[in-house]
């Protein structure tokens, strides 16, 4: 199905702002990542509390929350990626057609 022009210059914009989105979602979310990493409790901050499992507990949830962030950062910035993709591929496929097309037919 072809598109008129405008409809595609606007389904571009869409695409490129989502991608947009997308990315300041995925620098949010890998400043988070790293964030988390300094959220270091010692001995000294758990004081009795350290005495027990909670201290290797604690520990373990964090590098779990800083790999979950990191991940998700990285899916993110994939997803944002392929928008742009995308809509550089409906670009270069339109402007190709354009000039496939464009010497083809001229009125008399």
Not at 24 to 51: F, H, K, P
Not at 58 to 86: C, F, P
Request: aromatic content about 6%.
């Amino acid at each position: 199905m072809d598109m008129p022009d405008e409809a595609l210059s606007v389904a571009v914009e869409a695409l490129r702002s989502d991608a947009r989105a997308w990315q300041e979602t995925a620098d949010v979310t890998r400043r988070a990542a790293t964030e988390s990493s300094g959220l270091d409790l010692g001995l000294a901050e758990l004081s009795w509390a350290a005495e027990g499992d909670l201290f290797v507990t604690y520990m373990m949830i964090q590098h779990k929350v800083e790999h979950l962030l990191g991940q998700a950062g990285s899916t993110l910035r994939d997803l944002a990626n392929v928008l742009e993709e995308i809509a550089d591929s409906y670009e270069s496929s339109d402007s190709a057609a354009a000039a496939r097309y464009d010497n083809l037919w001229e009125p008399a």
